[in-house]
């Protein structure tokens, strides 16, 4: 019996799903501590430690206890290693050949793999780099079918992330997500909070202050098993980075986006960012939390809001803040309250000379109780033609369509479809052919080839549907903008006050112009943009001008129309 040094002896087991389900059962943690332990025994190894890698690929070395063992070895405790054979070790053969060719003989660590009767002991072993390369094919070839295979789930649309926060996966059909009502209440509220205004931070604090369990613990305390930091001290700190992933989440839509990241090889499994073109997006799979009209409303928030944290901590937003602009130089007019007397509160251009430095040489004055007074009128106004003269309004929004598209429309929607209709057969085919050359009714040489062609009209036919999606998209903006702005009209019909979602999903900005006039004469043109429509002038009666008091002595009246050319310009 060969003699074994003093110092632990390292029982090294490593299973992941790279291995395959073939040999799943021989390769279990279990089997693989029961034939270690017995070879232990039966040689005369004593001191012995298991050191186990369970769901850890074997095409790197970034797993936790092989850096323990690694350590150990270091630290001059370990004199043997033993694995089940050398795939258990590793599938990266330049990185295994570094281990047993240099490493190991170096720090003087005898390795053994048992089934394939390698012994540092017995000298060098010429079969050992042949192994290695086999072992590290085997995982190029099993990578290469789980991707084809993913790719081919991917295309047809079943979810291949794990469901987000507010989902969990359905019991009876775990290709399916159902809404989990508990964290979708959660997830409501949140865009609920940035439709009034609130901040990712502000959202975030408000959450931590009603403790509500961050997505981690939440599913924890669920007993769902998730990717992410697991340890964290306070189970309701929120981030406002968590915040804006679920704010950007378009499967809260009801959505299903594959491809979103990647990995450059079967070696790197880190996730890279996809760019958006190469996604695959399934629209109104499973139940929607969010409906899509407040997703694309939070958007368009999003991208044209940069928010700041308040001054103080319980300090809320203006009504209309980041909705002002002005009408000169194009600049969010900012929110002030008046130093003296504190119940005047005011809008002035942000980029104002005097107050600044900037470039803008009139302030822009308009007192924010003065603007939602004309708001208010404004949209009774719109409500009251909706309600009463429905056909002008619809008249003056027809005005805003063009009729002649609606035969190319229908066309370009034709073939759409039978390109949709296309793609999906296609993707039937690649699924079929992989399924019969995986059972040995089609050669490899015919797979490859028709493997190719099928890719090549799947690529063809992508760009062709997404051409045709952009265009009916551009086709149908004025359609539908009618459509969700008489809808977004119909909710002040019944509006008791005015609210910062209803302002937000009605108005995109208001232009507000300097003052024109001396004394009783001093007019300001304000000018409101919604969403949808943009600009729209309604016939006007003399009982709907609207004066206002901005300040002490001086009154400033509001005209629902535009001016004319000579006092605009």
Request: a positive charge.
């Amino acid at each position: 019996m060969q003699s074994n040094k003093v110092g632990i002896t390292a029982l090294y087991c490593r299973l992941s799903r790279d291995d395959g389900n073939k040999e799943s059962d021989s390769n279990s943690i279990e089997n693989q501590k029961i034939m270690l332990s017995r070879y232990a025994q039966e040689k005369g190894f004593e001191n012995t430690r298991f050191y186990v890698d369970d769901g850890f690929t074997g095409t790197n070395f970034n797993r936790p206890d092989f850096k323990r063992m690694m350590e150990d070895v270091e630290a001059g405790y370990i004199s043997t290693i033993i694995v089940k054979d050398m795939s258990r070790f590793g599938r990266n053969y330049v990185e295994v050949g570094l281990y047993t060719e240099s490493y190991f003989p170096e720090n003087n660590i005898r390795f053994i793999a048992i089934t394939d009767l390698v012994d540092s002991a017995d000298g060098e072993n010429e079969i050992i780099p042949f192994k290695n390369v086999m072992n590290e094919m085997y995982a190029r070839d099993i990578s290469k079918k789980v991707r084809s295979a993913k790719r081919i789930r991917g295309n047809m649309g079943e979810p291949l992330a794990q469901p987000p926060y507010g989902y969990v996966k359905d019991a009876i059909n775990p290709k399916k997500w159902v809404i989990e009502h508990e964290a979708a209440e959660v997830v409501r509220d949140i865009f609920r909070m940035c439709l009034e205004g609130k901040g990712n931070e502000t959202i975030a604090r408000l959450l931590q202050e009603n403790k509500v369990l961050v997505p981690m613990a939440y599913w924890r305390s669920k007993g769902l098993n998730r990717g992410g930091k697991k340890s964290q001290e306070d189970p309701y700190n929120w981030c406002k980075t968590t915040i804006a992933k679920i704010l950007s989440q378009q499967e809260y839509c009801g959505d299903v986006i594959n491809f979103r990241t990647f990995s450059k090889s079967f070696k790197n499994k880190t996730r890279i960012p996809n760019s958006e073109e190469n996604w695959k997006v399934f629209k109104n799979v499973h139940e929607p939390i969010i409906d899509r009209e407040t997703f694309e409303l939070v958007q368009t928030l999003i991208k044209k809001t940069k928010r700041r944290s308040p001054k103080k901590q319980n300090a809320e937003k203006h009504l209309f803040s980041g909705l002002l602009r002005c009408a000169d130089c194009g600049h969010n007019l900012r929110y002030h309250t008046n130093t003296i007397n504190k119940d005047i509160h005011y809008f002035s251009c942000g980029n104002y000379t005097k107050d600044t430095r900037g470039d803008c040489t009139t302030r822009h004055y308009i007192r924010a109780d003065a603007i939602e007074a004309i708001v208010i009128l404004e949209l009774k106004h719109l409500a009251s033609y909706l309600k009463n003269d429905e056909e002008i309004l619809a008249d003056i929004l027809e005005k805003k369509t063009n009729k002649d598209f609606h035969e190319q429309q229908r066309f370009i929607e034709s073939e759409l479809q039978n390109a949709i209709s296309r793609q999906q057969s296609v993707n039937v085919l690649y699924e079929k052919l992989y399924e019969d050359n995986a059972v040995g009714k089609v050669t490899d040489e015919w797979f490859m080839h028709m493997a190719h062609k099928y890719e090549t009209e799947r690529v063809a036919l992508k760009s062709k549907i997404a051409d045709y999606r952009t265009k009916l998209a551009t086709m149908n903006t004025v359609q539908q903008s009618r459509d969700m702005f008489l809808k977004a009209v119909r909710k002040v019909i019944e509006m008791e006050a005015l609210s910062a979602p209803l302002v937000r999903e009605l108005i995109d900005h208001i232009d507000v112009y300097e003052t024109q006039g001396k004394g009783k004469n001093k007019t300001q043109r304000v000018v409101i943009h919604y969403r949808f429509v943009g600009y729209i002038e309604l016939p006007t009666k003399e009982e709907d001008f609207y004066k206002s008091d901005t300040r002490q002595g001086v009154q400033v009246s509001y005209i629902p129309r535009a001016l004319p050319e000579s006092i605009t310009a």
